[in-house]
């Protein structure tokens, strides 16, 4: 028996990573070592069970996910399927369009589990069947901009445009897709905007979730699937749409060896209409399935805990900490805004040593922590709030990378680069030339060279050297991340779908605080975590569901594995008006005696010095 499979499992662990025979559904509280038990499981299926590899199928949430569960599989001292070569988790260069000389060849990781996001895992299905035709992924940017040009050219209200992306997203989640109910308006921005994608050629991403599920909806197609994956595995089910859970029971028969790992008490994307509900459903969908519970974290102290669970009665039992030792959850309250994001700052340059000449001279250099700024991430419910946070960290000189868009390639420079990366793929070129800024024509010439003198090079060359023609600094996080996500793998996944999700491009072993929403957050942990504006109307938003934003808070509470601060001000600027603010009632609900309020002191101000009389 190969141990090292085995080691530091608890019996709960265990159980999941030896079940067999039928569907299974693992609830798995943060912290509780989902991830760990999810490779160990891909492990104990291709060394003791003698499964070949390529019979496996793990869904994530994220590409980091993804890239993080097949380096575990790697560390693992796996003797594979004995009519399998040993296992390789490293990827191959894409062979497609301009960009290389050997046509459009694509390699997938040699025996080894395919792992991927929902997404990725659909658009590489739908390349292997013979009789569909491929279209190219749009991000929810360019998904936008094409509902806008629908209500441009009805003369509907601009302001609507993103109550009538929503109603078609909504309408994407049942198959076939239907906007009935949905009023007038809407189902004519829907007919726009279909026919746009089909004159271009295009998917959004929903349309990805809907074009596997019609081929597995032919039950030839079906059969074929569920022999070539007999083993799924699904991580973070809590998170799965409508048409992801319809992909889900098309994936697999009542009796398949199907795994589900999830937790209810952190659904927080009803936004893409994810609901914890899908849990309930699975197990009645599949009444065979059995149900196991992870209920012991190994990142968060039980003070977290208990702060957490006050503020959400957590479903699936309660959380024991596998240490009792960890510090108070320490709260701050602050004037404004400027005060909060100075004292964050200054906190963290304290924990981290001091990093500028002004921090010896006031005094926050005393620290004797030291950290890693990797350590420190700060949390904020929507994208604004972390704007002034950004202001002061980088006043200091502190490094900092940010993962608060919900479309990581909204930047205007990204756009760029991505859209003319897909010209030189070949890929929906009439679509990208439109929207690059300036003449099609002058850049069609422009990219027509650039593909000549980039022909034959690898994808992260065309990359970097695109970096160069648009003069785009290549030392940005953000670019390092969308390079390493390129070197990691898949090989044949769209640049759309690489930077799909906030935390995609993050960079977990880089010397920079990580600037993060609560819904980025999620799936990540950080020694030392600031929850910022954790005020009445902010934390939980005005407007959105309650029971979502306690999950919200209980996620990013539960991020921190060693210290935690909440800090809230008195008064702050909201859509463009100054309110009076209060704390969040969440902070209330917390026991007096897992909490610690710090008093801060008023920043001392410098007195120029009085030049000296001459006399």
Known sequence: MPQDIYSSLNPAQLEAVRH?????????????????????????????????????????????????????????????????????????????????????????????????????????????????????????????????????????????????????????????????????????????????????????????????????????????????????????????SPAQYQLTRAMASNHSEIMVIGDPNQAIYGFRMASPRFLKAFAQDFPDTRRIYLNVSYRCPQIFLDAASAVLEPKGGH???????????QT???????????????????????????????????????????????????????????????RRGIPFQEASRPDPLSREDLRMLWRIYEILGNRAVEHHLARLPGDPATWKTRIEKVSREYKGADRSEVLERLLAFLEIDPGDPTIQGILDKIAEGPEDLPLSLICQKEADLLMTKIEAVSLLSLHASKGLEFPIVFIAGCEDGIIPWHGSDLEEERRLFYVGITRASERLFITYAQKRTIFGKPVRAKRSRFIDEIPADRLETIKTRPRPRRRRPRQKSLF
């Open 332 to 394: 701050i309250c602050f004037k404004d805004p400027v005060g909060e994001a100075r004292w964050i700052a200054s906190t963290i340059e304290r924990l981290a040593g001091g990093m500028s000449f002004d921090s010896i001279n006031d005094g926050t250099a005393q620290g004797t922590e030291f950290r890693s700024l990797s350590d420190l991430a700060v949390l904020f419910r929507a994208k604004r709030l972390g704007e002034e946070i950004a202001r002061a960290l980088d």
């Open 319 to 329: 959380l024991s900490a596998s240490t009792d030792t960890g510090a108070k959850v």
């Open 20 to 240: 067999e025979g039928g569907p299974l559904m693992v609830i798995a509280g943060p912290g509780t070592g989902k991830t760990r038990v999810l490779t160990s499981r891909i492990a104990y299926l291709i060394t003791v069970r003698r499964i070949h590899p390529e019979k496996i199928l793990a869904i994530t949430f994220t590409n980091q996910a993804a890239a993080e569960i097949l380096r575990r599989i790697s560390k693992f001292s796996c003797s594979p399927h004995p009519d399998s070569a040993p296992l390789d988790m490293k990827t191959q260069p894409l062979a497609e369009g301009h960009l290389h000389d050997k046509g459009a060849v694509r390699q997938h990781h040699h025996n080894a589990p395919t792992v991927a996001t929902f997404h990725g895992w659909a658009l590489s299905y739908l390349k292997s069947l013979p009789d569909v035709h491929i279209r190219a992924p749009i991000d929810q940017e360019d998904a936008m901009e094409i509902v806008r040009e629908a209500c441009h050219h009805h003369g509907f209200p601009l302001g609507k445009a993103r109550r009538y992306q929503q109603a078609i997203s909504r309408a994407k989640q049942q198959f076939p897709a239907t906007m009935e109910g949905e009023e007038e308006e809407a189902r004519a921005v829907f007919a726009y905007y279909q026919d746009y994608l089909e004159r271009f050629k295009l998917w959004d991403f929903d349309d990805l979730i809907l074009e596997a599920l019609r081929m597995l909806k032919d039950d030839e197609n079906a059969k074929m699937f569920r022999r070539k994956y007999p083993f799924i595995l699904i991580d973070e089910f809590q998170d799965v």
